[in-house]
């Protein structure tokens, strides 16, 4: 067995417009009774995802704020990767009318159209962080945080190489968490240049091209895939 892991994003991905369907989770549990590794990777913070989602149980590893915090199911544990953001920019964005903000433990969103004003801010008060896209969502995390650096110290934990896992994902920041996968895979329904550098681009959009992904995953190991060098563990 080649692929020991599948780590997946949620909304877009398994959820669509926030609901997992049934199929979608016995697909997981399939997989992981092959003893593979399951892990969600998504931009959510904790809580939130909590109230959509009520089987967390089914992953060994969740990574939420887009890569800036661990969460393990079976402790409970929270593990954050990075600082907390500053409180002087929280106030800014609110001082210039950016709303509704979510601050989770690392991260802040907002909403387009506010990246301009989020741009400024950070430009205005000297700070270094990068604004992330998801379709109509605008994160705000640490310089060099993002589902990749969140995915593999997941992987560290569970001591599961990143040549040995695939990715499935649909939005603009899903590209780092494909790279740094093994095998990285777009639902149909994905961002066109998500679909356009993924090595595989399921029939099925939203949940159902994570059951295609499963599927092949425990019929052929994903054999008819390029593999890429293991240099990328």
């Known amino acids: 067995m080649h692929y020991l892991a599948l780590a997946c994003?949620?909304?877009?991905?398994?959820?669509?417009?926030?609901?997992?369907s049934d199929a979608v989770i016995d697909a997981l549990v399939r997989c992981r009774q092959s003893r593979r590794r399951v892990l969600m990777v998504t931009g959510r913070e904790l809580d939130d995802l909590k109230r959509?989602?009520?089987?967390?149980?089914?992953?060994?590893?969740v990574v939420v704020e887009n890569g800036a915090v661990l969460f393990s199911p079976q402790t409970g544990c929270e593990r954050p990767l990075a600082a907390p953001p500053p409180t002087e920019f929280i106030d800014a964005l609110r001082a210039r009318g950016v709303g509704p903000i979510s601050v989770g433990r690392v991260i802040v969103a907002t909403w387009s159209p506010f990246e301009t004003q989020v741009l400024e801010t950070i430009r205005d008060l000297g700070l270094e962080?990068?604004?992330?896209?998801?379709k109509g969502a605008v994160m705000?995390?640490?310089?060099?945080?993002?589902?990749?650096?969140?995915?593999?110290?997941?992987?560290?934990?569970?001591?599961?190489?990143?040549?040995?896992?695939v990715a499935v994902g649909d939005a603009e920041n899903d590209h780092a968490l494909l790279e740094a996968a093994g095998a990285g895979v777009a639902v149909a329904?994905?961002?066109?240049?998500?679909k356009a550098h993924a090595q595989w681009v399921?029939?099925?959009d939203h949940g159902e091209g994570v059951i295609e992904l499963i599927?092949?995953?425990?019929?052929?190991?994903l054999s008819n895939l390029p593999r890429r060098p293991q240099a990328n563990a």
Not at 9 to 20: E, N, R
Not at 140 to 159: H, I, Y
Not at 215 to 221: A, G, P, R, S, V
Request: aromatic residues 8%.
């Open 9 to 20: 994003d949620f909304d877009g991905t398994l959820a669509h417009d926030g609901v997992v």
């Open 52 to 61: 959509t989602f009520s089987h967390l149980d089914l992953f060994d590893s």
């Open 129 to 134: 962080l990068q604004v992330v896209f998801n």
């Open 140 to 165: 705000v995390l640490p310089s060099g945080v993002n589902k990749a650096t969140g995915l593999l110290a997941a992987l560290d934990q569970l001591k599961v190489p990143a040549y040995q896992v």
């Open 189 to 194: 329904n994905a961002v066109p240049m998500l």
């Open 202 to 204: 399921t029939k099925g």
């Open 215 to 221: 599927e092949q995953l425990l019929e052929n190991d």
